[in-house]
């Protein structure tokens, strides 16, 4: 865990969130500041700065990410028209928050993505 950083908060229960998911290895919660009306944040336990910290050892806990997002994708009903799963890395990628995430974001179209 990361001293300073948000989401580690959020996992171990220092700030409250609203949790949709969570096992051994993962958390998902909705997002703040939504920008679909469907916007989840999918979560390690583990603190990894960012996507361009991850490594081969991490190859099953990113295999578990995107298996959690798509079974929260079913649902909350996205599976059927479409959803985007987004990771943003590093300050010309957009990120905001220096842990590894991802947003699930659905339920209206979404249109093109840059």
Do not use: W
């Not at 950083?5 to 051994?24: A, K, P, R």
């Not at 990628?93 to 590894?100: N, T």
Request: proline share 4%.
């Amino acid at each position: 865990m990361a001293e300073n950083c948000i989401f580690c908060n959020i996992v171990t229960g220092e700030i409250s969130s609203d949790m949709v998911y969570q096992d051994e290895e993962v958390v998902a919660f909705a997002d703040i500041h939504p920008l679909a009306p469907v916007h989840l944040l999918i979560v390690p336990r583990r603190h990894i700065s960012s996507p361009a910290e991850v490594d081969k050892e991490d190859a099953h806990l990113m295999g578990h990410l995107l298996a959690v997002a798509s079974e929260l994708a079913r649902q909350q009903g996205l599976a059927a028209d479409g959803f985007r799963l987004v990771a943003n890395s590093g300050p010309n990628g957009g990120q905001e928050v220096y842990h590894l995430h991802f947003h699930l974001l659905g339920g209206r179209s979404l249109g093109r993505f840059v």
